[in-house]
């Protein structure tokens, strides 16, 4: 039978990148000690042990009602501000990891790769490799310094994400101390939604929609301030010419390329969302094992009055046909899948 109830945002950090997270010099720019990840910019979280134990994982999933999750690791692992060559180093340790995890548990977890974009064809060749691994889904930071998503040295690999109907997830990072976001953790709380709002903003204005219109992208934490305020990127659009300059056509013509997940800690936020993007795209993210994960992502999903049809729509419909798994068809997907 087909899960009843996905999770499309979940984070693992595998075993061989804990193990190198514990040696001097890794490409990680991060220690582990005493059970602690100490990222060298100042970020630091507990190794939660469903992190890297898949019997852990499956009983946090168990425990709130999750039958399958999309796993991705954890996004401050990624490298996005380092150098090109050290940040794929470090996607690669996690993506093999990745695999292994995902097979010890293969009817409950489905693996979503970590792709750096400093270097748009070694981008290219870590998402070609892992989709052939079966991955259905990449994941990228939103920005970094010195360059983003909209940019045209990237399109390579937004063009061949739209090739191989692979669903791009971008997630927020940590990149050090920002401006006026020192304090009350304010990097997290306002930063991430803000990142995820300008990285959706400068896809669509940068036209890369325009030429790429069949493209899939997954927004975290409920698309950030990105909805609630979608409406004042189409009015800056209609009165200023350079808001138009790369992108002619509405913005709202480009809106259902998007998904979003239904992480945004509010029953108010969650009902505008589904009224916004359409129930078709919505779909269930956690974040566990984070504490600004939702602990209880389906009473979420019930805290708004849905239809029968989009309620599993959002808890799984939705999930399940991004993967190719609509009718429990993942095995033959997977085979079938070259690159
Ligand atoms: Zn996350």
Redesign the pocket.
């Known amino acids: 039978m087909a899960p009843r109830t996905v999770d499309f ?3 693992v950090i595998p075993p061989p990148a804990v193990a190198s997270l514990r040696r001097a010099g890794n490409p990680f720019e991060a220690d582990e000690r005493d059970g602690t990840i100490q990222h060298h910019d100042g970020i630091a979280f507990p190794m939660a042990p469903e992190m890297h134990d898949v019997e852990e994982k499956l009983r946090s999933l168990d425990a709130r009602g999750l039958e399958l999750a999309v796993v ?1 690791p ?2 401050t692992l990624l490298g996005c501000n380092h150098p090109a060559d050290e940040a794929l180093e470090a996607c690669r340790i996690l993506n093999d990891g990745l695999l292994e995890m995902v097979a010890e548990a293969p009817d409950r977890l489905r693996p979503m790769a970590a792709v750096p974009l400093q270097d748009a064809e070694q981008a290219v060749a870590e998402m070609e490799r892992m989709a052939a691994a079966g991955c259905r889904s990449v994941m990228v930071g939103t920005f970094a310094t010195g360059w983003r998503l909209g940019q045209p040295s990237l399109r390579p690999f937004w063009r061949r994400a739209q090739e191989l109907d692979l669903l791009v997830f971008l ?1 927020p990072f940590f990149v050090g101390a920002k401006p006026g976001m020192e304090h009350h953790y304010l990097t997290n709380l306002a930063g991430n939604p803000l990142e995820t709002a300008l990285a959706m903003a400068d896809i669509v204005l940068s036209g890369v929609l325009d030429e790429l219109p069949e493209l899939k992208i997954l927004l ?2 409920g698309g950030g301030y990105a909805p609630y305020q979608y409406g004042r990127i189409r009015h800056g659009h209609e009165v200023r010419e350079e808001v138009r300059t790369d992108e002619p056509h509405d913005p709202f013509d480009h809106l259902r390329s998007f998904y979003f997940d239904t ?1 945004t800690h509010s029953a108010q936020a969650l009902d505008f969302l589904v009224r916004f993007a359409g129930a078709d795209r919505v779909l269930v ?1 956690t ?1 566990l094992p ?1 504490d ?2 939702d602990f209880d992502p389906v009473g979420t999903v019930d805290s708004v009055a849905l239809t029968r049809r989009d309620r599993d729509l959002v808890l799984a419909g939705n999930a399940l046909r991004l993967l190719g798994e609509e009718s429990g068809s993942h095995e033959t997907r997977s085979k079938e899948l070259t690159v």
């Open positions: 945002h979940n984070h991705s954890s996004p997630h975290a934490h992480i993210g974040d984070f600004m994960a």
